[in-house]
């Protein structure tokens, strides 16, 4: 991974966001982190040449200054965009005809963004991208990552789950991995077919020589919150489904995910 995409709309979360990645990255050679803007037309109307050349250089202006306040190091080439149009139409054509690595985005206590609709628009984003969401909480510092937490439902493992996309992931952070299910039915043995599911994720990972462990519980983020805390991960790394309740998944399942356990949470969609 060597190309990261970090939305940035000059809160401070996004802005904290750019901070960790430059920190993450800083040891890549080649790194380059893409700090990208969408504007509207309404933004501008009150100047007096609201022309796409005026927008484009006021935006480009401000992204300047985000980008000239991070120390990044020679390994990495730091790069700015702008562009008109749709949020989430906007960035998922960027970053499928840009060869993008991992988006990072930042999060606060309200929303993912200031001026980002984390319902429909979010789901439409993942739905169209296969590239890593990466979730950074407000004002978390990056500290060397040791320990990646993969949470699964061990449902139709060999199927629903992305592994060349989640093999790139764990490449990348090249950390200790922990691979977790919460269920509210697990007892003292496991069922024939979660051994059986278990089997096939063991298969498919067994280079990364994973630990597994199954949790019981009747509330599955407290499961993962309150166990990623005793095993001091460092990354939560989440694959949401497309059906069901998928759009609730991002808004509440991978915010208050990210929030509670202070904790990046990288999402790979199928």
Do not use: C, W
């Not at 940035?8 to 893409?34: H, N, Q, R």
């Amino acid at each position: 991974m060597k190309k990261f995409l970090v939305p940035v709309d000059f809160s401070l979360p996004s802005e904290s966001a750019a901070e960790y990645t430059i920190e993450m990255t800083k040891d890549i050679p080649g790194a380059e982190i893409i700090l990208y803007h969408v504007y509207k037309n309404d933004i501008f109307s009150l100047l007096k040449d609201s022309g796409d050349e005026s927008r484009k250089k006021a935006t480009d202006a401000d992204l300047k200054i985000v980008k000239d306040f991070l120390k990044n190091t020679p390994n990495q080439k730091v790069t700015i965009e702008s562009e008109e149009g749709s949020f989430i139409d906007n960035i998922s054509k960027y970053v499928l005809s840009n060869d993008i690595d991992m988006v990072i985005m930042g999060i606060s206590g309200s929303s993912i963004m200031a001026n980002v609709n984390i319902g429909n628009d979010t789901v439409n984003m993942i739905s169209n991208i296969n590239t890593p969401i990466m979730v950074i909480p407000p004002d978390l510092k990056f500290k060397k990552i040791e320990n990646v937490l993969f949470a699964s439902d061990f449902k139709d493992v060999a199927r629903k789950t992305p592994f060349d996309s989640l093999k790139k992931v764990l490449d990348f952070f090249n950390a200790k991995l922990n691979i977790l299910n919460v269920d509210s039915e697990h007892y003292i043995e496991l069922s024939e077919s979660y051994k059986i599911e278990r089997g096939e994720m063991e298969s498919k990972l067994k280079q990364y020589n994973p630990e597994f462990f199954f949790l019981r519980s009747f509330d599955f983020l407290e499961g993962i919150i309150s166990f990623a805390e005793t095993k001091e991960t460092d990354v939560i790394i989440t694959v949401p489904k497309k059906e069901g309740f998928i759009n609730q998944l991002f808004k509440i399942y991978t915010r208050k995910l990210a929030l509670e356990s202070n904790k990046p949470v990288v999402a790979i969609s199928m």
